[in-house]
């Protein structure tokens, strides 16, 4: 079964940073890419940050340029997002998702078919 857990979430003060994990089992990292969406009460749920497995390559949503980092470590099937300036409006639940077909990254939400149960971000002003 395939199984992504998510954690590292928490609250903290506009100016600071907190670290994602998103730990995946249960199948084979080949030609996939793992990504970072967050959704906000009555909003859309929107793609953060996507990278390659193994091959390394990332896309990022403009709101998150330059303050968010998506990195792997394969020896522990963990993906992490780094996430630094944090604003306010970054407040959301970031859920993790796997898709296990992929050539480049992307945010294409209906080709990620497994999704981890969600971890909350509040960010205070």
């Known amino acids: 079964q395939v199984q992504l857990v998510e954690s590292g979430g928490g609250s903290v003060q506009a100016g600071g940073s907190l670290r994602l994990s998103c730990a995946a089992s249960?199948?084979?990292?080949?030609?996939?890419?793992m990504g970072w969406f967050r959704q906000a009460p009555g909003k859309e749920r929107e793609g953060v940050a996507a990278i390659r497995i193994e091959r390394g390559g990332t896309n990022y949503a403009d709101s998150v340029k330059g303050r968010f980092t998506i990195s792997q470590d394969n020896a522990k099937n963990t993906v992490y997002l780094e996430m630094n300036s944090l604003k306010p409006e970054d407040t959301a639940m970031y859920y993790c998702?796997?898709?296990?077909?992929?050539?480049?990254?992307?945010?294409?939400?209906?080709?990620?078919?497994?999704w981890g149960q969600g971890t909350q971000v509040t960010v205070s002003s």
């Open positions: 249960g199948y084979t990292a080949i030609r996939s890419c």
């Open positions: 998702a796997t898709d296990t077909s992929c050539w480049l990254p992307h945010f294409v939400q209906s080709e990620y078919k497994y």
